[in-house]
């Protein structure tokens, strides 16, 4: 199983970035796929997630900016990023489980990170 992020990049405060991730080798209808990420110095942190029925769930510091999909015939989920912040900054990671779950230790599969940097 892969997974294959895109679409990091550098970003003034205030602008938007779509992050893509396709998974290759199984498909996880039945489970989730969602993003992560960690900044600096800090712990990797949860920030979305979505089910194959379209049940989403989102870190509070990202509500109403961010918005995950997927598209599940494509086995990609994205996120949408509007209004980033300087706080925004670190490397997102896309991850996928075969169950229910929005914990880091739940996470079968895991993407090499893509680097966002939003400036001020």
């Known amino acids: 199983v892969q997974l294959q992020a895109s679409g990091g990049g550098l970003v003034q405060a205030g602008g938007s970035l779509r992050l893509s991730c396709a998974a290759s080798g199984r498909t996880f209808i039945s489970g989730v796929m969602g993003w992560f990420r960690q900044a600096p110095g800090k712990e990797r942190e949860f920030v979305a997630a979505i089910t194959g029925g379209g049940s989403e769930q989102y870190t509070d510091s990202v509500k109403g900016r961010f918005t995950i999909s997927r598209d599940n015939a494509k086995n990609t989920v994205f996120l949408q990023m509007n209004a980033l912040k300087v706080e925004d900054t670190a490397v997102y990671y896309c991850?996928?489980?075969?169950?229910?779950?929005?914990?880091?230790?739940?996470?079968?599969?895991w993407g090499k990170g893509t680097q966002v940097t939003v400036s001020s």
């Open positions: 991850a996928a489980s075969q169950a229910l779950t929005t914990s880091y230790h739940g996470m079968n599969y």
